[in-house]
């Protein structure tokens, strides 16, 4: 069902200035925003004036169109001219290559939901369409009344003020645009720290695939070759010797696997509650029960928690940065002197730096720095351990927006930097 809702001749510029206006105040009842009625009367400006400039004069027709329960805005603009000559070839014309008149056709099309256009010796129709939104603003008959009754009784309003009128709606239109760019600038900033973030998560997998198949495939194949001669062979020296082998193979194998397991576990665990922490209270918690397990009875520890005494964070993750780092400590001791270990707290930037430094075996970073953190990598393989510490220690830190600087030199020792960012309240 289609009912016309306003008719404007077309004879003056006078005449284009009010179909503009007409066609913003239609498009503003059926509750079009601001930026979209500004391109769709933008296109039916266009549109009539090529009726004024080349039929000399026509007239504009504003239809409010029911589509079942949906509605659409149909502007029908019609001159009695000569006809466009080669349309076809003007409507395929590019802005962004063809610079000469004749593009106002092409606009409109492009600033409308719809457009059709026929043209002969006889004049010019064009028909221009702007959807409704269902949800934009209630429509039935009594309201499409009050439009028609309102446009009819609307006072006369001079060029003058009608150019007012459509500054302040630039004005306006301005400042939306403007906001809407800073949210787009926002939601910009927000995929490419996702992206980076993707980025970095993907290395990580990468990594972490490449690890876990080489740790894997080592025992495996030394097993299935055991097993394989074990089966051939009925000498009991050499079928010990490749139960001995299983037997490693199997330990180094529990070992990877427990390994993947506590990363799968770090992976899988979300947001986790933080609360205040106190730094010497957790060291001194994880070194008696290390001293312990290692046999060792005394460990000469320095500490200086004055600049920075607390931090909010996940305590469990201060937890295992103090026992992985013990752990290391201890075991990868030098032989040549007993083991000191020194930890402090400062602060730089929005940083809590908690740093700690031993004086063992230390690592060469040339040769080592870049598969220092990396899963299942270890740097004497006479010591017990996984390799899995560092991984795990790091992936804590970053997680948090955290960093982790080495410092280390053969046989002198090690010291690591933890740069924590604390965790804000809606974290906690």
Known sequence: ???????????????????????????????????????????????????????????????????????????????????????????????????????GIVFARKLSDGFKIKSTSGGTTVILEKYIASNAVPINSLIIKGWILHL???????????????????????????????????????????????????????QFTYSVSHELKTPLTSLKLSITLLQENKNHILQQELIDVIARAEKKLDKTVTGIVNILELQSKGK??????????????????????????????????????????????????????LSNAVKYRSDERPLAIAVATSRRDNYIILTFMDNGEGINLISNGDTLFSPFTRFNTSKEGNGIGLYIVKNMVEKNGGKIQVESLPDKGTTFHFFLKEYELEQV
């Open 272 to 325: 986790q509650a933080a609360k205040t922490v106190l730094f010497e209270e957790e060291l001194l918690d994880v070194i008696d029960p290390i001293k312990k397990h290692y046999g060792i009875d005394a460990i000469h520890l320095i500490t200086d928690f004055n600049a920075v005494k607390e931090i909010c964070y996940v305590q469990a993750y201060i937890s295992s940065i103090f026992s992985n780092l």
């Open 152 to 206: 009819k009784n609307e006072p006369v309003v001079s060029a003058y003020e009608e150019l007012k009128n459509r500054n302040v709606q630039l004005i306006q239109l301005t400042e939306e645009l403007k906001t809407e760019k800073l949210k787009v600038d926002q939601q910009i900033d927000q995929i490419k720290e996702l992206n980076a973030i993707l980025e970095t998560r993907n290395a990580y997998l990468q």
């Open 1 to 103: 069902m289609t009912t016309a809702i306003s008719v404007i001749e077309i004879h003056n510029e006078i005449d284009l200035v009010l179909t503009h206006r007409r066609a913003m105040q239609i498009c503003k009842f059926a509750g079009i925003g601001l930026a979209e009625q500004t391109r769709f009367a933008t296109a039916v400006s266009e549109i009539c004036r090529n009726c004024l400039m080349y039929g000399n004069s026509g007239k504009i027709t504003y239809n409010l169109v029911k589509m079942g329960d949906e509605y659409k805005l149909e502007v029908i603009v019609k001159d009695e001219g000569k006809g466009i000559k080669d349309l076809d070839a003007i409507l395929l014309r590019d802005p962004q290559v063809y610079k000469g008149r004749g593009l």
